[in-house]
């Protein structure tokens, strides 16, 4: 695949929590790494899990924030109805105390 696959545009998106608002943004950076930003609101010291689901076959390599510890996942998803095939769901979690930016940076990783 090449970057024509990619559209180059900021996005983000806020939903409300139990711990206050989680706003996230998403950037593609020059060399192809995708660079998210989440924004979590809030008090105290919480739980937090990001979950990123790989498209099958795809490989990635992630730099989570220091305050999370990444691991790999397999399970299964579906490309399209009816269709389950094996891939990769990257979770990264900590104990964070909120409120607190947590930056994760995906690059595209060669084989």
Do not use: K, N, Q
């Amino acid at each position: 695949r090449t970057g024509a696959d990619l559209v180059r545009a900021p996005a983000s998106g806020r939903v409300g929590a139990p711990h206050g608002a989680h706003l996230r943004t998403v950037t593609l950076g020059d060399d192809g790494s995708v660079v998210i930003g989440d924004a979590l609101d809030g008090r105290g010291v919480h739980h937090v899990a990001l979950r990123f689901p790989l498209r099958p076959g795809a490989r990635a390599r992630i730099e989570p924030d220091p305050a999370l510890v990444a691991r790999e996942v397999p399970e299964a998803h579906s490309p399209r109805y009816g269709v389950l095939e094996p891939a990769v769901t990257v979770v990264c979690e900590g104990l964070v105390a909120l409120p607190r930016t947590l930056r994760t940076v995906l690059r595209p990783a060669t084989v």
